[in-house]
């Protein structure tokens, strides 16, 4: 960990020696890395202050090449298509702003395990499928309104989800002494941000890295990098604004978030690369996270 992380005690042996012992210890890692807890949206705005701010979400977002919004895929090139975004992600929150309190009884999604949030689409899957009659739309305060369109601007901005996906791989693959992490945006998918129902979002940020062998008896040629392998993140956080009546204390903006890493050979480049524009799964269950992992390794 740290600065040990998986390369640890790599440093002095054969290269090739090097790349099979990394690789066995990423086959050792493939289950506690499928399912890693994060704090919630919510929290860290409250905790962290003046830290965050609306600029620099929106910042963020605006150096995006694009954005799924449920299932539709906005182009963020130019002004006016970054306009037309806000304007469906302001609609998203105003929505979700003046939904209507849980039922009683009902299931609270953010008290799901992780490995069970995967599900959540067919669970509400006819709930999303369903308009909502514009006579039940109620205005909600502004704000509120306003405090539910941070929330969302937070949850997609990759200085919270891009700085944790790289801590934490960094932890726990990386050793400046023998490998370097190398963020890769072609790689990557667009942020994806669903509803679920209404006042109930799921979003998933996805996020590569390559991690390159260091060969100090090339470096100072300039050929001294080899990708020995692809980490590919992803970033699932739900967020529920709707109002829970029946519970001792009536609550809101409840939030689960997590985040998997699944590892690949750089064969697989092309294929992560052809599937980039394709919205990012949520991470499966820890069972099926191992046995891909496997696969992806070749072991």
């Given at each position: 960990?740290?600065?040990?992380?998986?390369?640890?005690?790599?440093?002095?042996?054969?290269?090739?020696?090097?790349?099979?012992?990394?690789?066995?210890?990423?086959?050792?890692?493939?289950?506690?890395?499928?399912?890693?807890?994060?704090?919630?949206?919510?929290?860290?705005?409250?905790?962290?202050?003046?830290?965050?701010?609306?600029?620099?979400?929106?910042?963020?977002?605006?150096?995006?090449?694009?954005?799924?919004?449920?299932?539709?895929?906005?182009?963020?090139?130019?002004?006016?298509?970054?306009?037309?975004?806000?304007?469906?992600?302001?609609?998203?929150?105003?929505?979700?702003?003046?939904?209507?309190?849980?039922?009683?009884?009902?299931?609270?999604?953010?008290?799901?395990?992780?490995?069970?949030?995967?599900?959540?689409?067919?669970?509400?899957?006819?709930?999303?499928?369903?308009?909502?009659?514009?006579?039940?739309?109620?205005?909600?305060?502004?704000?509120?309104?306003?405090?539910?369109?941070?929330?969302?601007?937070?949850?997609?901005?990759?200085?919270?989800?891009?700085?944790?996906?790289?801590?934490?791989?960094?932890?726990?693959?990386?050793?400046?002494?023998?490998?370097?992490?190398?963020?890769?945006?072609?790689?990557?998918?667009?942020?994806?941000?669903?509803?679920?129902?209404?006042?109930?979002?799921?979003?998933?940020?996805?996020?590569?890295?390559?991690?390159?062998?260091?060969?100090?008896?090339?470096?100072?040629?300039?050929?001294?990098?080899?990708?020995?392998?692809?980490?590919?993140?992803?970033?699932?956080?739900?967020?529920?604004?709707?109002?829970?009546?029946?519970?001792d204390e009536p609550?809101?903006?409840?939030?689960?978030?997590?985040?998997?890493?699944?590892?690949?050979?750089?064969?697989?480049?092309?294929?992560?690369?052809?599937?980039?524009?394709?919205?990012?799964?949520?991470?499966?269950?820890?069972?099926?996270?191992?046995?891909?992992?496997?696969?992806?390794?070749g072991q």
């Amino acid at each position: 960990r740290g600065r040990g992380g998986a390369a640890t005690r790599l440093r002095g042996m054969p290269p090739r020696k090097q790349l099979c012992r990394y690789v066995a210890i990423l086959g050792r890692h493939r289950a506690s890395v499928s399912l890693i807890p994060l704090v919630p949206t919510n929290r860290m705005l409250a905790e962290g202050g003046r830290d965050y701010s609306r600029k620099q979400f929106v910042m963020d977002l605006r150096r995006e090449a694009s954005v799924v919004l449920d299932d539709k895929p906005y182009l963020l090139a130019s002004a006016r298509h970054f306009d037309r975004f806000m304007n469906a992600l302001t609609a998203l929150a105003a929505d979700a702003a003046a939904a209507p309190p849980a039922e009683p009884g009902a299931p609270d999604p953010t008290a799901l395990p992780p490995s069970l949030v995967g599900f959540l689409p067919l669970l509400y899957a006819a709930d999303a499928e369903k308009p909502v009659p514009s006579g039940r739309r109620s205005r909600p305060d502004a704000a509120r309104l306003d405090e539910v369109l941070l929330q969302l601007l937070a949850a997609a901005s990759r200085t919270t989800s891009g700085g944790e996906s790289f801590t934490q791989c960094h932890k726990l693959f990386g050793n400046s002494d023998v490998v370097v992490l190398t963020p890769s945006p072609e790689l990557t998918s667009p942020t994806s941000i669903r509803t679920l129902c209404p006042g109930l979002v799921m979003l998933t940020s996805a996020n590569t890295y390559r991690v390159q062998h260091i060969d100090e008896t090339k470096s100072r040629r300039g050929t001294g990098y080899t990708t020995w392998c692809v980490l590919v993140t992803h970033v699932v956080e739900v967020l529920d604004f709707r109002r829970r009546d029946d519970a001792d204390e009536p609550t809101r903006d409840g939030s689960v978030r997590h985040m998997s890493i699944h590892f690949f050979h750089p064969g697989a480049e092309s294929a992560i690369r052809k599937s980039r524009m394709t919205p990012a799964p949520p991470p499966p269950s820890p069972g099926r996270a191992e046995d891909s992992s496997s696969e992806s390794l070749g072991q």
